[in-house]
T-cell receptor, first 110, second 113 residues
Framework: GEDVEQSLFLSVREGDSSVINCTYT??????LYWYKQEPGAGLQLLTY?????DMKQDQRLTVLLNKKDKHLSLRIADTQTGDSAIYFC??????????FGTGTRLKVLA | DAGVTQSPTHLIKTRGQQVTLRCSPK?????VSWYQQALGQGPQFIFQ???????QRGNFPDRFSGHQFPNYSSELNVNALLLGDSALYLC????????????FGPGTRLTVL
């Protein structure tokens, strides 16, 4: 079946690193994505990783993919108050649709 | 370069009514997907349109229908509204080979009373 799971909440202090975790079920997913949603807004694509990669770095963002365990993580270095938002991971499951997790609410404490 | 735009921003309807939501994709994109996001949940896939045809559909009843126009813009129609249809409706556009991500609009907040 198709399922994406994330922990609901994460709280970090400003300047620390944040790590948001996600597990997915469909091993046929070619790409995996991280999106950010601020209150009352749509989803902003942060980054994506191709399934044959283990890691991708993009400025303050680092994505790690463990395909064997179907585990995806997003690390945000030097977390700022502007990073407070809900973060969604998504897989495609080999189809056209994106399957989203329930989202992780990141709160950054000043 | 305009991103994905949606209209209206907010909408209030009563049970049993019908609603039409509109979406214009990001410039250069040819594929439009619609998602429903209930409060506190992740987006749920409704359907995707490419070349004016519904290419894939999620687990939504036939009350949900759509259309894509030759200029790639799209409409989502919902008939016989239920209270449970209250949600944020998100439109996302991409190229047909969507590996590099779908780009989302700001959404339409639908409230059904």
């Amino acid at each position: 079946g198709e399922d994406v799971e994330q922990s609901l909440f994460l709280s970090v202090r400003e300047g620390d690193s944040s790590v948001i975790n996600c597990t997915y079920t469909d091993s046929s997913s070619t790409y995996l994505y991280w999106y950010k949603q601020e209150p009352g807004a749509g989803l902003q694509l942060l980054t994506y990783i191709f399934s044959n990669m283990d890691m991708k770095q993009d400025q303050r963002l680092t994505v790690l993919l463990n395909k064997k365990d179907k585990h995806l993580s997003l690390r945000i270095a030097d977390t700022q108050t502007g990073d407070s938002a809900i973060y969604f991971c998504a897989e495609t499951g080999g189809t056209y649709k994106y399957i989203f997790g329930t989202g992780t609410r990141l709160k950054v404490l000043a | 370069d305009a991103g994905v735009t949606q209209s209206p921003t907010h909408l209030i309807k009563t049970r049993g009514q019908q609603v039409t939501l509109r979406c214009s994709p990001k410039s250069g994109h040819d594929t439009v997907s619609w998602y429903q996001q209930a409060l506190g949940q992740g987006p749920q896939f409704i359907f995707q349109y490419y070349e004016e045809e519904e290419r894939q559909r999620g687990n939504f009843p036939d009350r949900f229908s759509g259309h894509q126009f030759p200029n790639y813009s799209s409409e989502l129609n919902v008939n016989a509204l239920l209270l449970g249809d209250s949600a944020l409706y998100l439109c996302a556009s991409s190229l047909v080979l969507a590996g590099r991500g779908q780009f989302f609009g700001p959404g339409t907040r639908l409230t059904v009373l």
